[in-house]
Each structure stands twice: as structure tokens, then as C-alpha cells.
Nanobody, 113 residues
Framework: QVQLVESGGGLVQPGGSLRLSCAAS????????MSWWRQAPGKERELVAT????????NYANSVKGRFTISRDNAKKTLYLQMNSLNPEDTAVYYC??????WGQGTQVTVSS
């Protein structure tokens, strides 16, 4: 069955960095566009970044452009999100998502001093 398992979240101070991972199984990872989303308390889920099947095309929300980098390793069936210069507004549950709309369970990122 399809599985997406996020990891790497945690508590980080403002200005710090985290790298999220999303391990995929149960489908052909290399043929699918993937994306990261996030949902802050009391807010709607928002798109953070997308990446094409072989990683040649990436897109970012304006709020994270220049600070976050989405990448993938198709051999390892893993999606990544490198997050730098984190600020409290980045606090949210982060989710990975397949191109057809399957979601992982999410990983909490908290940016606080």
C-alpha cells in the first residue's frame, strides 16, 4: 500500500535549520511530482514547494523562496526539504504529498527561542 512517512521535524531556534525527509513506498516514486505543504495552527494548509519527477523543475511559495530547498533521491524513494533561516512564522505541521493527492501523516516544526 502507499505510504509516505515524514521525519526530521522538531524544535529549532529562530535562524536555525532543519531538514525534513519523506520516505515513500507502495508506488513508483520516480514518475511522480511531489510536494511539501504545511499547516499552521488556525490556518489553512498551504503549498510550500513542488518538485518534478526527476527534480529538474522546482517551485516555491514566496514566503520560503531563497530559504527552503526541495530535493529528491529517486533511488532512495525519498523527498527532502532543507529549511534554513527559520523564523516563528514557519511553525507548522509539514506534510509531503504525491501528485495525485496522497498525504503523509506530517511532522511538527516549531521555531521558537
Amino acid at each position: 500500500q502507499v505510504q509516505l512517512v515524514e521525519s526530521g521535524g522538531g524544535l529549532v531556534q529562530p535562524g536555525g535549520s532543519l531538514r525534513l525527509s519523506c520516505a515513500a513506498s507502495g508506488f513508483t516514486f520516480s514518475t511522480n511530482t511531489m510536494s511539501w505543504w504545511r499547516q499552521a495552527p488556525g490556518k489553512e494548509r498551504e503549498l510550500v514547494a513542488t518538485i518534478s519527477n526527476f527534480g529538474g523543475t522546482t517551485n516555491y511559495a514566496n514566503s520560503v523562496k531563497g530559504r527552503f530547498t526541495i530535493s529528491r533521491d529517486n533511488a532512495k524513494k525519498t523527498l527532502y526539504l532543507q529549511m534554513n533561516s527559520l523564523n516563528p512564522e514557519d511553525t507548522a505541521v509539514y506534510y509531503c504529498r504525491t501528485g495525485w493527492g496522497y498525504w503523509g501523516q506530517g511532522t511538527q516544526v516549531t521555531v521558537s527561542s
